[in-house]
Each structure stands twice: as structure tokens, then as C-alpha cells.
């Protein structure tokens, strides 16, 4: 057994109830019939958010998350200014509250 799957199960073992979620590399899948052969990468314990084009996860760099936003419902702010004129404070409470979920992310390779 190679370390990256000791470490989803030993991730899966102590977060039974927290979904799975299989990041496939884009050299996997070459094509769009069939099944390909991956193998497991390493896995984590991490949040993501489901923006409007990508998955991101925490440790992705914000304003990557800020660009996915923009046409999203989380576009503006309550008082409808668009979130580019947020300040700095205003723009990480809003990143914080996106509806992060927990998750153990699992990387599929080849």
C-alpha cells in the first residue's frame, strides 16, 4: 500500500462523515469516452467552494476566488456595490462568509 492511501484512509477514518472529493489531473482523462487509468495522489483535509466556472479551496489564492464570483449571486454585497469596491476588510468577510464546505480532497494523477 503506497502512502497516499494510507493517508486518505487514515483521513477517511477520522472524518467518516465528511464527503470525498476526487480531483481528477486533466492528464487523465485524455478523451471524453471511456474510463482512464489515474492513481491516487496525495489526499488532504481541506474547505472548498463551488464558485461559478471552478472548485477552490481555501489555501487557493483569493483573488482567484474574486474573479470566479464576478456574475455569481455573491457579485455584490447586501447594499449591491459590486465586490471589486469592496475594501480589504469588507472583501475577506465576505470570502469568509461563502458556504465553504469540509471535505477530504483526493488528487487523482497519472
Known sequence: MTKQTEELLRLIKENPDLPIVPMVDCEVVADDFGYWLGKWGYAKLTEYYNGREYIHFRDDDEEDVLNDMVGCKY?????????????????????????????????ITT
Do not use: F, H, M, N
Open 75 to 107: 457579485s455584490y454585497d447586501k447594499d449591491g456595490r459590486d465586490i471589486y469596491e469592496l475594501s480589504d476588510a469588507e472583501w475577506k468577510t465576505l470570502y469568509e462568509s461563502l458556504p465553504w464546505e469540509k471535505c477530504i480532497a483526493v488528487y
